[in-house]
Nanobody, 123 residues
Framework: QVQLVESGGGLVQAGGSLRLSCAAS????????MGWFRQSPGKEREFVAA????????YLADSVKGRFTISRDNAKNTVYLQMNNLKPEDTAEYYC????????????????WGQGAPVTVSS
């Protein structure tokens, strides 16, 4: 059974930082593209970041470039999202996802999803 478990969410003031982690089990982690998506109330789920199997390719949404970074540790079956200089508009539920398709940022391509981690940024 595949499980993706996010952690590290919480409440932070604008300008602050958070680091999300996603621990994967039940799959061969190193062959999956890993991604982060987010969804705010009343909005569609949107792409945030993705990283290829060997970390050679990284994709970031324009809205987070220069502030967020994505990384992975295949030995630990874990992907991270470092979020710096957070803004109130970053407030959302953040989801980790795994895709067998290489280098995709398209949510329907993702095969497995975590339960989500809430991030709230106060102004």
């Amino acid at each position: 059974q595949v499980q993706l478990v996010e952690s590290g969410g919480g409440l932070v003031q604008a300008g602050g930082s958070l680091r999300l982690s996603c621990a994967a089990s039940g799959l061969t982690f190193s062959v999956y593209t890993m991604g982060w998506f987010r969804q705010s109330p009343g909005k569609e789920r949107e792409f945030v970041a993705a990283i290829s199997r060997g970390s050679a390719l990284i994709y970031l949404a324009d809205s987070v470039k220069g502030r967020f970074t994505i990384s992975r540790d295949n030995a630990k079956n874990t992907v991270y999202l470092q979020m710096n200089n957070l803004k109130p508009e970053d407030t959302a539920e953040y989801y980790c996802a795994a895709a067998s398709r290489r280098g995709t940022t398209y949510s329907p391509d993702y095969d497995y999803w975590g339960q989500g981690a809430p991030v709230t940024v106060s102004s």
